[in-house]
């Protein structure tokens, strides 16, 4: 519903609110959308805050519907933002500066008291690997260089939106401001947004995350790129973790403007987790149901582009299973009463990695994305879809491709025809195996948890933690090859503990200390690393991966219900002879390559965890963790 003129008037006029009313009924006079009188008086006197700091010149409160999406999708057609794909339902496709398509965790800040609060300060960390501290006065001088009247001529839109179901006692709210009509649809994909939230609010304790959002205005004034404007020199993404609030400029891309996805739900997610006891962790969540009928919840932790999505909704190739989806990123894990790991996923849709994904190799994604959905740096065709690398097959003759730049694209070209980047963003209720329970309030009961990574050589297919602490270990020495996801150029190996670096609320040393904590309060589900990316000494995947990797979770389904099927090694447990199905496979597995655990491999690969618990934990590094490390290099030694 559009409200104009006298009708702005009215906004929130209760008679026992009238001072501070009239003064909001002057500031909202230009409140173009939405109805600002079911604001709180502490969204509105946030609303308000960012009016006068940014200076927008019109106000739209987001209500959530369908009406207010067909209308922002008109303002982006007319601007270029999108274009419509007519070869699917309700469809669209964004390109973005080519300045502006991945993660900035260069730029990325959490703003605490002390640097201890955020880091490990160590006297070797140089540069510090596991988060970037901001003191609280150069956060201030940060939002004064680039704020102060950035949203001139622009719409600025109000977001309120819950991670997790509306109401669940898992939940968290927030409100996101932001000058971009493309967030706000995907935050309408992502979370759920609108009305609802704002009601709630009303009727719970009103207490929710502020997000501060601005695509940002280059000093110069001029936009590169009209259609997607963006600031990227001076892109900044800051966190407070004591006021819950989230700060984020210049960029309008995935995890950098969605705000409740990294920032929130992880970010400042893990501080409140922390503090209440529970864990906000970078991870899906699936259900697995055995030939038997027995079903079971898994949790996993990969780093960004190494998976998840993928295995989330898996096809299991194994006859008699059943793969069901719950999330494909984000999982909010805390015990029930009776001591039960239950675990919700804070999101509502899936910003997938587009790039790989195939009726081949993800045929639930391939049927979940065709309606409803924002594309962003794919490739475009002539008929009026979408292509990428992997869609190869889907592709017909006669059609032309556009690459993510707008420029015709042939494979000859030898150039990507979708930025390695690229994503979807989909309602997750079109997911056709979507978990009956994913909307729980309560969560779901996690048996196991898996870290894994892309380790070209040394790791094999899957082991298991002999306990807790060796898992936490585990989860701390995880490493893994750079991806497109973030700013990192070339195929090096990162650490990337718990799959977090980049997501990390709080000091990792206070992190580790934490998951150690779980043991005493609750049981515990039993760890397991797996890597689908061992490669060949000729550099081809030793493993088939995706559907295949069903043959792992039977493994590790068979672990959990306590079958003796795994024999002890330096590492931790792996599969005992033929205790991995391989019936009907239909490769040749090395599994010699595979599971082998090459002596000089681990010695060097235990030295680079040692270095880098001494240069980048140091004293932060809990003794069990420690204790994990001296077992492990002592049984390296001993190959
Ligand atoms: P984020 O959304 O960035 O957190 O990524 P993600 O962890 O969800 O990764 P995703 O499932 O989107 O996979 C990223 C890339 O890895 C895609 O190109 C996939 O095709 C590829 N991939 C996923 N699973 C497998 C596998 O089992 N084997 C191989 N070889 N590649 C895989
Ligand atoms: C990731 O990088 O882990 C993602 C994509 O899931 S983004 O939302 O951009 O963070
Ligand atoms: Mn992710």
């Known amino acids: 519903m559009l409200l104009k003129g006298a009708q702005l008037l009215r906004c929130g006029l209760a008679p026992a609110h009238r001072n501070l009313n009239l003064r909001l009924t002057c500031r909202f006079l230009s409140v173009q959308y939405g109805d600002a009188q079911i604001l709180t008086p502490a969204v509105k006197q946030y609303v308000e805050k960012c009016v006068d700091l940014c200076q927008p010149e019109r106000v739209h409160i987001c209500d959530g519907t369908e009406g207010e999406s067909k209308l922002l999708q008109g303002i982006m057609l007319k601007k270029g933002t999108i274009i419509p794909l007519p070869k699917y339902q309700n469809c669209w496709l964004a390109r973005t500066n080519p300045a502006d398509v991945a993660r900035v965790e260069g730029k990325t800040f959490i703003s605490t008291d002390s640097k201890e609060q955020t880091v490990p300060v160590t006297e070797k960390a140089t540069p510090g690997m596991l988060g970037n501290w901001m003191a609280e006065g150069d956060l201030q001088v940060a939002i004064k260089e680039r704020f102060p ?49 704002l009601k709630y609010l009303q009727s719970g304790d009103g207490q929710f995350v502020k997000c501060l959002h601005s695509v940002g205005t280059p000093k110069s004034g001029v936009q590169a790129m009209p259609s997607w404007p963006c600031d990227p020199e001076r892109t900044i993404v800051l966190h407070k973790p004591a006021e819950n609030e989230i700060v984020s400029y210049g960029s309008g891309y995935g995890g950098n403007s969605l705000l409740g996805k990294k920032c929130l739900a992880l970010r400042i997610g893990s501080t409140i987790a922390k503090r209440e006891g529970w864990l906000a962790e970078h991870m899906l969540i699936l259900g697995i149901t055995n030939p038997q009928g027995k079903k079971i919840y898994i949790a996993a932790a990969f780093p960004s582009a190494c998976g998840k999505t993928n295995l989330a909704m898996m096809t299991p190739t194994l006859p008699g299973y059943k793969v069901e989806c719950v999330g494909d990123d984000i999982a909010w894990m805390k015990f029930d009463k009776k001591g039960v790991l239950r675990a919700i996923n804070p999101e509502n849709g899936f910003f997938g990695v587009a790039p790989g994904t195939s009726r081949a190799t993800n045929p639930i994604a391939m049927d979940t994305i065709f309606q409803n959905s924002v594309f962003t740096n794919v490739a475009s065709t002539s008929d ?15 059609v032309t491709v556009t690459d993510w730049l707008g420029k015709l694209w042939s494979q000859e070209s030898g150039k990507p025809a979708a ?28 048996s196991a948890i898996l870290f894994g990574g892309r380790r070209p050589s040394g790791v094999p297919l899957v082991y298991e933690a002999r306990d807790w602490k060796h898992g936490v270990f585990i989860g701390a020495a995880m490493r893994s090859e750079a991806t497109a996801a973030a700013e990192f150029k070339g195929k090096v190996i990162m650490h990337d503990p718990f799959a977090m670096r980049p997501f990390f609320g709080y000091n990792f040393g206070d992190y580790l200390g934490h998951w150690l904590s779980m043991e005493q309060r609750g049981q515990v589900p039993k760890i397991f690393h797996v890597n689908w990316f061992r490669k060949s000494s000729e ?12 043959r792992v979770l039977d493994w590790i389904f068979r672990r959990v219900e306590g079958e003796q099927c795994f024999e002890d090694s330096p590492i931790g447990r792996l599969p005992s002879k033929e205790s991995l199905n391989l019936e009907s496979l239909k490769e040749n597995i090395d599994l010699d390559q595979l599971f082998e655990l090459p002596k000089d491999f681990w010695q060097q690969e235990v030295d680079a965890i040692e270095r880098y618990f001494e240069e980048q934990v140091g004293h932060h590094l809990p003794g069990a963790v420690a204790e994990e490390l001296r077992k492990l290099k002592a049984r390296v030694a001993d190959m």
């Open 419 to 446: 930025h390695p980047n690229s994503r979807f963003c989909t309602p997750a209720s079109q997911c056709p195996i979507i978990d009956p329970a994913w909307e729980d309030s309560e969560g779901v009961p996690i």
């Open 539 to 550: 550099g081809k995947f030793l493993w088939p991966g995706f559907g295949e990797n069903s």
């Open 149 to 197: 009247g950035c949203m001139k001529g622009r719409t600025m839109y109000v977001i309120p939106f819950s991670m997790g179901p509306v109401g669940s006692p898992l939940s968290k709210i927030g409100i996101e401001i932001t000058d971009s009509p493309y967030v706000v649809e995907s935050m309408k994909i992502m979370t759920r947004a609108g009305n609802p939230v």
């Open 384 to 398: 009026g879809g979408v292509y990428w690398e992997g869609m190869e097959k889907d592709q017909l003759k006669g």
